[in-house]
C-alpha cells in the first residue's frame, strides 16, 4: 500500500512537471510575450508587482545564478536560448518548482484525516483537477502566482496542523 501511494505521488509529480513543460514550451501566449525578455523587465518594481517582494528576491536569486551559469559555454546554449529567453526559462524553473511543492502541500493538507476524510481514488481525481487548474492559471505567466498559491497552502496546512493537535489535547 504504502508503494502505491508513492507511485501515485511520484506519478502526480510528474504530471505536475509535464503539464508546465506544456503550458510554457507547447505554446506561448500572445497576451505577454516574455520568451523574449532578456532581463527581469522594470514593471515588476512597481505597480503591483512592488508588494510582491518574496517572490520578485526568489526570481532575481534563480535569474541571476542562472545568467552565472550560462556565461560559461554550456553545450545546450542554443538550443536552451531558441525555445526562449534565460528570464523566461527562468520563470518556467521557478513556477515548476513552486507547482510541485503546491502539490506536495495539497498532498499533506488532504492527508490530515480530521478535516479531509475523502478516499484515495477522489484525492487522486481531486489532486489531479488542482494541479491542471494551476497550469491552466499560468496562460498569463507571471514569477508570483505559484509561490504565493505555495505559500498559502503552507499556512493552511500549518493552521489544520495546529487545529488537529489542540483538538487532541482538549478531549
Known sequence: KNLNEKLDLFSLITLSIV?????YYGFTSAYNNLTQVSKIPEQYYSSVYRYR???REILEMVFNGAQKIFKGEVSSQ???LSKGS???H???VINTFFSVASLLLIEAIFSIKRFFGIEKENKLLLTLVLIILMAISQYVVTFYDNSALCFLLLSIYFVLKY???HRSEEH
Not at 19 to 23: A, M
Open 78 to 80: 542554443p538550443y536552451l
Open 86 to 88: 534565460l528570464f523566461y
Open 90 to 92: 527562468t520563470l518556467f
Open 53 to 55: 517582494v518574496l517572490s
Open 163 to 165: 487545529k488537529e493537535t
Open 19 to 23: 503539464v508546465n513543460l506544456v503550458v
